[in-house]
């Protein structure tokens, strides 16, 4: 399973972006899709995530400014970033979490690379 992730970029504070993350490869189903990021020097941190059912969950730190969003049929998900914040600047990563796959009778996490998001005026 591979998962392909882009949208990143340079945008000056207050902007918006928008991440979106696709899975490839031979699976039956994804459980929850999700975003994470790391920022030089820091460890990696939850950022959001959505489940099948459409349940998200987000870090307090991107309540009301990001909102994450997913597209079964075509196994993708996307996070709109709004209001964004020199903070907010790092490498966002997507995860699949319980991902069933041929082969395999327990269901596994893949990571996807990373998009680069520099918030700087």
């Known amino acids: 399973v591979q998962l392909q992730a882009c949208g990143g970029g340079l945008v000056q504070p207050g902007g918006s972006l928008r991440l979106s993350c696709a899975a490839s490869g031979p699976f039956f189903s994804i459980d929850v899709m999700g975003w994470y990021r790391q920022a030089p020097g820091k460890q990696r941190e939850f950022v959001a995530a959505?489940?099948?059912?459409?349940?998200?969950n987000y870090a307090d730190s991107v309540k009301g400014r990001f909102t994450i969003s997913r597209d079964k049929a075509e196994n993708t998900v996307y996070l709109q970033m709004n209001s964004l914040k020199p903070e907010d600047t790092a490498v966002y990563l997507c995860k699949a979490d319980n991902t069933r796959v041929p082969g395999s009778l327990k269901p596994l996490d893949y990571w996807g690379q990373g998009t680069q998001v520099t918030v700087s005026s």
């Open positions: 959505i489940s099948g059912d459409g349940i998200a």
